[in-house]
């Protein structure tokens, strides 16, 4: 069976950083990309972060470029995503998601439970 | 902030068939192929409908997609009490060289 389990989610004050992890099981991790997706109270979903299957290519979502390192290990089927200088808007569920392919194309066909970040003072 | 479009909300009797548009542009679904997540309240998003028509598998048959040009729908055929629920499409968009979310639409059953 699938499993995604995301955990690190806290309070952290404006300015903070914290550092999620997504524990991945029942699949082959290292050949599948990955994708973190926020969701912010009350709001619609929201491309984070993306890394290829080797880990070799990274995306961000412009409103976290240059703040948030998405990262993988794939001897320890866990998927990670640093967080730093976190702002209020960043506030939100985060869901790790696996990336699986037909045709070419790509889609997340398994999503965690999410954690949850609060940013606040 | 979304480039894909979707009406805030639809809804629908027991039995009726309801649709769901998704818009976007040229960069996106013009180019790109279009999927579908629902999300039931309070849980994670699941993968309704991947690469613009193909149903996974235990998904019902009610559920279908399609796309033509820069747009994309989502139809419900047979709307079900369980189908009550916030659904999205997703593309990817090659201007800002990432995917994007639909502004998501509610979905009730009355």
């Known amino acids: 069976e699938v499993q995604l389990v995301e955990s690190g989610g806290g309070l952290v004050q404006p300015g903070g950083s914290l550092r999620l992890s997504c524990a991945a099981s029942g699949f082959t991790f290292k050949s599948h990309p990955m994708h973190w997706v926020r969701q912010a109270p009350g709001k619609g979903l929201e491309y984070v972060s993306s890394?290829?299957?080797?880990?070799?290519?990274?995306y961000d979502a412009n409103s976290v470029k240059g703040r948030f390192t998405i990262s993988r290990d794939n001897s320890n089927n866990t998927l990670y995503l640093q967080m730093d200088n976190l702002r209020p808007e960043d506030m939100a569920v985060y869901y790790c998601?696996?990336?699986?392919?037909?045709?070419?194309?790509?889609?997340?066909?398994?999503w965690g439970q999410g954690t949850l970040v609060t940013v606040s003072s | 902030q979304s480039v894909l479009t979707q009406p805030p909300s639809a809804s629908g009797t027991p039995g009726q068939r309801v649709t769901i548009s998704c818009s976007g542009s040229?960069?996106?679904?013009?180019?790109?192929?279009v999927n579908w997540y629902q999300q039931l309240p309070g849980t994670a998003p699941k993968l309704l409908i991947y690469t613009n028509s193909q149903r996974p598998s235990g998904v019902p048959d009610r559920f279908s997609g399609s796309k033509s040009g820069t747009s994309a729908s989502l139809a419900i055929s047979g709307l079900q009490p369980e189908d009550e629920a916030d659904y999205y499409c997703e593309a990817r968009d090659d201007s800002l060289n990432a995917y994007v979310f639909g502004t998501g639409t509610k979905v009730t059953v009355l």
């Open positions: 040229s960069s996106n679904i013009g180019s790109n192929t």
């Open positions: 890394i290829t299957s080797d880990g070799g290519n990274t």
């Open positions: 998601a696996r990336r699986s392919s037909y045709s070419g194309t790509y889609y997340s066909d398994y």
